[in-house]
């Protein structure tokens, strides 16, 4: 499964971005899959997560409430809408494909990455 993440920019404090993450094949439609991010300095870590059926979603606190996270099988997309935009969300920010069906946020539990797609949120 080969992913591409875009929608990355430079926006102010308060503003939105939508991210986008095409995947090559639809294998990801019965897979969870997440986003994760990655500051200058720190660790990749986890923003959400969304099961196969795209019923189930899951939030770190840190973007609870700002950012939303979606999925289309059929076009094989994965979508997050973050609003709200703080320059403390600015980040490399990366799509994953899950091995297991249900989502999870720990790092290992996903097998295939997208490139990073820069976010860059000034004050």
């Known amino acids: 499964v080969q992913l591409q993440a875009f929608g990355g920019g430079l926006v102010q404090a308060g503003g939105s971005l939508r991210l986008s993450c095409a995947a090559s094949?639809?294998?990801?439609?019965?897979?969870?899959m997440g986003w994760f991010r990655q500051a200058p300095g720190k660790e990749r870590e986890f923003v959400a997560g969304i099961a196969w059926r795209g019923g189930n979603t899951y939030y770190a606190d840190s973007v609870k409430g700002r950012f939303t996270i979606s999925r289309d099988n059929a076009k094989g997309t994965l979508t997050l809408q973050m609003n709200s935009l703080k320059p403390e969300d600015t980040a490399d920010y990366y799509c994953?494909?899950?091995?297991?069906?249900?989502?999870?946020?720990?790092?290992?539990?996903?097998?295939?990455w997208g490139q990073g797609t820069e976010v860059t949120v000034s004050s």
């Open positions: 094949r639809r294998t990801a439609s019965n897979n969870a």
């Open positions: 994953a494909v899950s091995r297991y069906s249900v989502s999870s946020s720990r790092l290992e539990d996903y097998q295939y």
